[in-house]
Nanobody, 124 residues
Framework: QGQVVESGGGLVQAGGSHRLSCSASDHTFNNFGVGWFRQPPGKEREFVAAISWFGRNTYYADSVKGRFAISRDNAKKTVFLQMNDLRPEDTAVYFC?????????????????WGQGTQLTVSS
């Protein structure tokens, strides 16, 4: 598998919107499920959202359901995380990871190729 790289982190005001991207250099990325996870300061990594290989199935943590949307553009080998109505508690390092079966799911153990993460800070 090729490397996955997150981008788009930054500083956002509460109530605002922002988009993160997860890109890969290897075309096999299109066959994999992809997930977003985050690690808030002083806390453990947690699941955020995931999408199956063709985008048919998506999964969301309860804390982001209705505010975040995951999508993918396989032509660009990129998965997006659109985040709306951001809250200070969304502040975290956001990681993307690929999952080889293509089904995605929500368990971190399913994902075997992780990026380095990108920091998102939401100010109140």
């Amino acid at each position: 598998q090729g490397q996955v790289v997150e981008s788009g982190g930054g500083l956002v005001q509460a109530g605002g919107s922002h988009r993160l991207s997860c890109s890969a250099s290897d075309h096999t990325f299109n066959n994999f499920g992809v997930g977003w996870f985050r690690q808030p300061p002083g806390k453990e990594r947690e699941f955020v959202a995931a999408i199956s290989w063709f985008g048919r199935n998506t999964y969301y943590a309860d804390s982001v359901k209705g505010r975040f949307a995951i999508s993918r553009d396989n032509a660009k080998k990129t998965v997006f995380l659109q985040m709306n109505d951001l809250r200070p508690e969304d502040t975290a390092v956001y990681f993307c990871a690929s999952e080889p079966s293509g089904l995605a799911g929500t368990r971190p153990d399913n994902f075997d190729n992780w990026g380095q993460g990108t920091q998102l800070t939401v100010s109140s």
